[in-house]
């Protein structure tokens, strides 16, 4: 976590601190940046090769950025000096951004904003100022198969009725796909039947009538209609609605992209919900220029900004990119006003409701999936779940810890230092260390590299995370709070002990994971050696080779194989459960069959490192010691215990120590494959500690807190196995 830190703060390569470089030509260089690919990226390169030649004086350089490394690159690059001028980005993180410093507010002569569509506008605003120009925005709408369906419904009823008709769960057949458990994707129902997450005082109130009566109407869907699928996932929602297995589908402009090009469909508005008549209203993300507050030529930046918004910009953006623009002159041309799906996502841009821009927001996402999905398994009612999100929105915001004074600590830790550098060159003199140095210094030359390395990539970044964790980091700033992150973890006051959020919980998982996947893989690579050690096994070869695949696939690929195998509906393990006659299980419904899933696929992962270490020390054990026991009478059992074992062990141990703590610290599978389900409850410390970091509001001391924890976790554990083993010797 501190390496990450670091490397973020650092500038990208080729890049120059933003407005301080100049162009091939002479002219002032204007850094932008954006995440854009495809189509949209090559519109947005035609839109700044127009802007160059027209201009003289100032020439425009495009670096594209990675969209899951954006917002950290702004937020570390911007302050430094190294960030763009201007770049692109999706609005919902501007009352981060304005808090930050890292955007600078706009004006009315720095946009036409009467020629932009209003919603647009309007999600431009915090606390009172506009940040950003708006350039395309983007929203959910509704797909389907005129093939199947003659038109779209209009209403949730009709919706449902057409739903039913198509749906044979039996036959993998179902009237409405979208990834139902997504939060993002619940949100039309949510503010079609009269929900909010915060009020116009921006108070929270998810925990409202209207946000639960959404709930109740995705269970109908769900469990009580069973129109729509379990566990739907992005993949899976395109490959039913390519195949003709489901007529109808919610999802964005990016899912055109998912779809067979031989496919024949249709985009419509999103129903209005009967119950309520109001009309189903999906976030709407709107994408737009925005000028930073550092750079060196803000009326420059100001006015590239604008002119990525002009009506032959947007007309470019449009056509080439098929961007749905905000520019509302851009409608006029008849290129777009003929677009069927343009058309369609200008008629939904009315009824969208723009995502908040309030930094709360950003705590929002994990408690809210987590009482949608509460609400479809049916474990908890809907009011009781969103008591409980909101509960847990209100710890993820909570204010900073108040600041410390960081003298005391600072002079304690040179104390200690002091006294430590006293001692060792006290003992260095006592021990003529250097005498000896001198005397094997080729020595020392060769293991140079690796001190070196292990200083730059293990030390530094320790020392760099653990300071880290004396701090608070809020709106781009870090404040010294002393131990009081520690305190909170370990106090645990804001939740009980059995809640998945407090760390001793979270603990007892893990050792419990560790625990459960050490003892399998030394019991099933242990016995896969002793099998292939038999000279009766023929094509023992292979089978090594085989054996050993598992552990030499990427792990990320092997945990998402196994996510897919888990599914409820669609899962092989399902499928063989349903064939033997059993009912298929929904493995992330409950801890004991998450679990399950987690160990299964981690054990698949690691038993062929067991396997491979028991092999080599059992080759190394001569021959003559078992044939001399077998011949003193003992049998197969008692030559394993009495003689293989106790020889098996010094190779073994450092191994099991190694494999718990790469287990201690597997992220992958539990990221992966239960994504923590249910609520939390399967998270071990790492995954935690990423949560906090990069889920709830950007967290880094505390998540940091929790690394140093864990660090000292291991550190005793090594220490108490190194003690075992020097009682052995």
């Known amino acids: 976590m501190a390496l990450f830190f670091a490397l973020t703060s650092w500038p990208i390569a080729g890049q120059a601190q933003a407005g301080g470089e100049q162009a091939g030509d002479g002219a002032a260089a204007l850094n932008v940046w954006h995440a854009y690919r495809g189509a949209e990226e090559r519109a947005l390169q035609s839109v700044v090769e127009r802007f160059n030649g027209e201009q003289g004086r100032l020439r425009v350089k495009l670096l594209s950025v990675p969209n899951e490394a954006f917002a950290n690159k702004l937020t570390s690059a911007i302050p430094r000096g190294h960030g763009p001028d201007v770049f692109i980005a999706a609005h919902e993180r501007a009352g981060d951004w304005s808090r930050s410093g890292l955007i600078a507010a706009l004006n009315e002569d720095d946009a036409d904003w009467q020629h932009y569509h209003p919603v647009t506008v309007k999600a431009m605003e915090f606390e009172g100022k506009r940040y950003g120009v708006p350039l395309a925005y983007k929203s959910l709408v509704l797909f389907y198969n005129p093939a199947m369906i003659e038109r779209a419904p209009t209403t949730t009823d009709e919706m449902l009725a057409i739903a039913r008709a198509h749906t044979n769960a039996s036959e993998g057949r179902y009237g409405l796909v979208y990834e139902a458990a997504n939060f993002y994707m619940h949100a039309p129902w949510l503010f079609g039947f009269g929900g909010q997450i915060f009020d116009q005082d921006g108070t929270l109130v998810i925990d409202g009538?209207?946000?639960?009566?959404?709930?109740?109407?995705?269970?109908?869907?769900?469990?009580v209609e069973g129109v729509i699928p379990h566990e739907a996932t992005s993949s899976l929602v395109a490959h039913l609605f390519n195949s003709g297995h489901a007529p109808m589908a919610i999802n964005g402009p990016w899912f055109i992209g998912e779809l067979d090009k031989s496919l024949d469909y249709r985009l419509a508005p999103l129903p209005t919900v009967s119950s309520s008549g109001l009309e189903a209203s999906p976030f709407l993300t709107v994408e737009a220029a925005f000028v930073s507050a550092h750079t060196s030529r803000p009326q420059d930046a100001r006015q590239f900004a604008r002119y990525l918004a002009s009506h032959e910009a947007a007309l470019t953006r449009a056509i080439e990119g098929a961007q749905p623009v905000a520019t509302l002159s851009a409608y006029d041309d008849s290129r777009l006003a003929d677009d069927a799906h343009l058309k369609v996502f200008r008629e939904q841009l009315d009824r969208a409701t723009p995502m908040s821009n309030d930094p709360r927001m950003r705590s929002v996402w994990e408690p809210a999936n987590q009482a949608l999905r509460q609400v479809m398994r049916g474990t908890v009612a809907p009011d009781l779940a969103l008591r409980q999100a909101a509960r847990r929105i209100e710890i993820f915001s909570r204010p900073a810890p108040e600041p410390k004074d960081p003298r005391p600590l600072a002079v304690a830790v040179i104390a200690l230092l002091a006294a430590a550098l006293g001692v060792g060159a006290w003992r260095f003199r006592r021990d003529r260390v250097w005498a000896r140095m001198v005397r094997t210094y080729p020595a020392y030359i060769y293991l140079a590299p690796a001190i070196l390395g292990m200083l730059v990539l293990v030390m530094v970044p320790?020392?760099?995370?653990?300071?880290?964790?004396?701090?608070?980091?809020?709106?781009?700033?870090?404040?010294?709070?002393?131990?009081?992150?520690?305190?909170?973890?370990?106090?645990?006051?804001?939740?009980?002990?059995?809640?998945?959020?407090?760390?001793?919980?979270?603990?007892?998982?893990?050792?419990l994971w560790t625990s459960c996947n050490v003892v399998l893989h030394v019991t099933l690579g242990l016995f896969f050696a002793l099998l292939l050690r038999d000279p009766w096994m023929r094509l023992r070869g292979i089978y090594r080779v085989m054996l050993i695949v598992p552990w030499a696939i990427p792990n990320?690929?092997?945990?998402?194989?196994?996510?897919?195998?888990?599914?409820?509906?669609?899962?092989?393990?399902?499928?063989?459960?349903?064939?033997?006659?059993?009912?298929?299980?929904?493995?992330?419904?409950?801890?004991?069959?998450?679990?399950?899933?987690?160990?299964?696929?981690n054990v698949w992962l690691g038993f062929p490192f067991m396997m491979v270490v028991c092999l080599g020390a059992l080759q190394a054990?001569?021959?003559?010691?078992?044939?001399?026991?077998?011949?003193?009478?003992?049998?197969?059992?008692?030559?394993?215990?009495?003689?293989?074992?106790?020889?098996?062990?010094?190779?073994?141990?450092?191994?099991?120590?190694?494999?718990?703590?790469?287990?201690f610290n597997m992220f992958n599978i539990i990221y992966l494959v239960s994504g923590g389900e249910p609520d939390g409850h399967t998270e071990i410390l790492i995954s935690e500690a990423y949560k906090w970091a990069f889920t709830r509001q950007e967290q880094y001391g505390y998540a940091a807190a929790y690394a140093v924890l864990i660090f000292f976790v291991l550190l005793g554990y090594s220490l108490f196995t190194g003690q075992l083993r020097s009682r052995d010797q």
């Open 621 to 663: 054990i001569p021959g003559d010691l078992e044939e001399a026991a077998s011949v003193d009478g003992a049998n197969r059992w008692q030559r394993f215990r009495h003689v293989i074992f106790p020889l098996l062990k010094p190779a073994l141990i450092p191994a099991v120590v190694l494999g718990t703590v790469w287990t």
């Open 462 to 511: 320790f020392v760099v995370g653990s300071a880290v964790s004396l701090f608070s980091y809020r709106e781009g700033e870090f404040t010294f709070v002393g131990l009081a992150n520690f305190l909170d973890i370990v106090m645990s006051e804001e939740y009980g002990l059995t809640d998945p959020l407090s760390f001793y919980y979270t603990l007892a998982v893990t050792v």
């Open 556 to 601: 990320y690929i092997t945990a998402l194989i196994w996510k897919g195998m888990f599914h409820k509906q669609f899962g092989a393990i399902n499928a063989f459960l349903v064939w033997l006659g059993a009912e298929p299980v929904s493995w992330f419904s409950q801890f004991s069959t998450s679990f399950a899933a987690n160990l299964t696929t």
């Open 209 to 223: 009538p209207g946000v639960a009566a959404s709930l109740e109407f995705v269970d109908q869907l769900l469990n």
